[in-house]
């Protein structure tokens, strides 16, 4: 456990808040689960272990990314990932898939779950940057997000998504000092791994495929279709670089838009 806290130390310095606490949170599970950190055959044989009882690759590697993390600090070289297998992609996403999704939403999540979807769908926030919003990065009309080491930008908040916040807002039962707009069922804050298989279930009970990344691209599609330069839509997308919205884009001009795509924007609803 020195050894932990000393590694703490060094990657608090290194890694944005949010991948230290899901590293941190790993690894102690990892020495729950009487993982030596210091003995790579120890680790390695969990692994294993959790293979024949059925993990998949993809959650066995959250915790090898975690615990290259620590042998990288140790000076010590790092133990191969799973190669996973490639997700079935999509072109696009649709109007009626995100309709599919909001109708797809129920129980006593139903509006936090809806307002997650809003956003992705509605200002193309990162994932990363839904999870840790926190309330007082909530203004009039508009979001400020935190992207990777802590870089911040500011997004607007359509009329809809303002509308479904404060619904939320009204209900949100968090603990006491827990300031994250997104809670669990404890009240505490939701977990990157919670969000994540909360919209995945969404989206297979809705009968659509879904990730954040092709809510980014629905949005950014909009958008050029609302008129939108790419240098304005790359400020909104906060990248950094305009040759990652080209890529946003680049099969825009050979698609042909649904009936459904030519009728009212959802941004304005």
Known sequence: MEDLEKFQNYADAK???????NTMRSLRHLIKEGVDLNNRESFKNWILKMKRKGV??????????????????????KIKPYKE??????????EEDYKKQ???????TEIRNKLMIDLLFKTGIR?????????????????IVRRKGQKIREVYLPRSVRDLLKEYLKIRKAKPGNNFLFVNYYGDQLTYAG????????????GVHFSPHIAGRFYARKLYQEGYDIEKIRL????EKLDTTKTY??????MQLTSLERGTSIFYI
């Open 102 to 108: 909001i109708d797809a939403c129920y129980g006593y």
């Open 56 to 77: 998949i690759d993809k959650t066995l590697n959250i915790y090898i990314k975690a615990y290259n993390r620590y042998l990288e600090w140790k000076g010590e070289e």
């Open 85 to 94: 297998m490639k997700p079935f992609k999509t072109a696009r996403a649709t």
């Open 15 to 21: 890694y944005a808040s949010y991948t230290m606490m």
């Open 236 to 239: 909104l997308l906060g990248h």
């Open 127 to 143: 994932y990363r940057e839904l999870i840790n919003i926190r309330l007082e990065d909530i203004k009039e009309d508009t979001l």
């Open 249 to 254: 884009l680049k099969w825009i001009k050979r």
């Open 195 to 206: 969000g994540r298989q909360t919209l995945h279930e969404i989206a297979k009970r809705a």
